[in-house]
């Protein structure tokens, strides 16, 4: 089992900055894919980031060039660093842990942090 908890929402500015944090509790860390999801009203939760066991990364095209994931596996904790916010990321972020082994799938989710972006 993996618990999340997610941090670092808040209110912020047009094009300023947050960093959110998932801290993971339970063992292997290290083993799971992360990734980086967001939900704003009325719409389906989009995929936003990714960072794999190796530390591959991929972006949505939307958050290209302004958002960066990263990890520490010393402190079981991912990150997403979102720069240059426009009022299109208001949403709540949700981190979420996957990993295939021999025996099944599995899949954890935080419960979310706001972020909301004014103009």
């Known amino acids: 089992q993996v618990q999340l908890v997610e941090s670092g929402g808040g209110l912020v500015q047009v094009g300023g900055s947050l960093r959110l944090s998932c801290a993971a509790s339970g063992s292997n860390f290290d083993s799971y894919k992360m990734d980086w999801y967001r939900q704003a009203p009325g719409k389906q939760r989009q995929l936003v980031a990714t960072?794999?066991?190796?530390?591959?990364?991929n972006y949505a095209d939307s958050v290209k060039g302004r958002f960066t994931i990263s990890r520490d596996n010393a402190k079981n904790t991912v990150y997403l660093q979102m720069n240059s916010l426009k009022p299109e990321d208001t949403a709540v972020y949700y981190c979420n842990a996957a990993r295939r082994t021999p025996y099944g799938d599995y899949a954890y989710w935080g419960q979310g942090t706001q972020v909301t972006v004014s103009s």
């Open positions: 960072i794999t066991r190796t530390r591959s990364t």
